[in-house]
């Protein structure tokens, strides 16, 4: 197995700044990796286990961390979709040079015309719209569409915000793995986020 933590040590998370700007302003509108560290690092460290060749994130607003796992990785496949806040925000947005992107909403039927067209996908990460109904769609138009595993962002969250991704993630049935670990980068020991992968097997 590489040493992820070792890897990822130049990558920014949502660390102790992104916590503060939260806290104000309610939303993390930072650029970078909105994510635990430590959940990423396992999340690299199931990829390799598991032989992740082709990558689609749901919700990549600016990128961070859909570049930065194709930069461990070298998927053969890479894709994001994002209605495109970042851009909003004044924030560049930066894909890797491959990625296959949508930019619009991944619940429309466009969207599902275009996920079917990019065929099989290994690992699909919803981190997108974080509301109940939201994630349940994104879940069944990737569940229909060709996949081996379907991630879902914030199955342990502490926010009101997470109540959807905790319902859905109970709600499933079949193969669920957690990724559920301590968000050490803003000094707690709970976790704040969690990452739920889910397979039909
Ligand atoms: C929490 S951020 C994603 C963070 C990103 N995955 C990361 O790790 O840095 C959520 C993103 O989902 C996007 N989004 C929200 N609803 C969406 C929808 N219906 N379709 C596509 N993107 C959406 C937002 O624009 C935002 O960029």
Request: hydrophobic share 40%; aromatic share 10%.
């Amino acid at each position: 197995m590489r040493d992820y933590r070792k890897l990822l040590e130049l990558a920014r998370f949502w660390d102790k700044d992104t916590e503060r700007f939260f806290q104000e302003n309610g939303r993390p509108i930072v650029d970078r990796a909105l994510q635990n560290r430590e959940e990423i690092i396992a999340l690299c460290e199931f990829i390799e286990e598991h032989d992740i060749r082709s990558y689609l994130e749901i919700g990549s607003w600016t990128g961070r961390l859909v570049s930065t796992l194709h930069e461990v990785f070298n998927f053969d496949l890479v894709a994001a979709c994002d209605i495109g806040s970042a851009k909003q925000f004044d924030f560049d947005v930066s894909l890797p040079s491959s990625a296959l992107y949508f930019e619009g909403n991944s619940h429309s039927p466009i969207f599902e015309n275009w996920r079917y067209k990019l065929g099989q996908i290994d690992l699909v990460l919803i981190d997108s719209d974080h509301s109940y109904d939201g994630i349940k769609k994104d879940f069944e138009t990737n569940a229909r569409a060709p996949h081996r595993f379907i991630a879902i962002q914030g199955i342990a969250g502490t926010t009101r915000s997470s109540d959807g991704a905790k319902r859905i993630w109970s709600e499933l049935l079949g193969t669920k793995i957690e990724i559920v670990l301590p968000h050490l980068e803003i000094e707690s020991t709970e976790p704040t986020m969690g990452i739920g992968i889910w397979s039909d097997g």
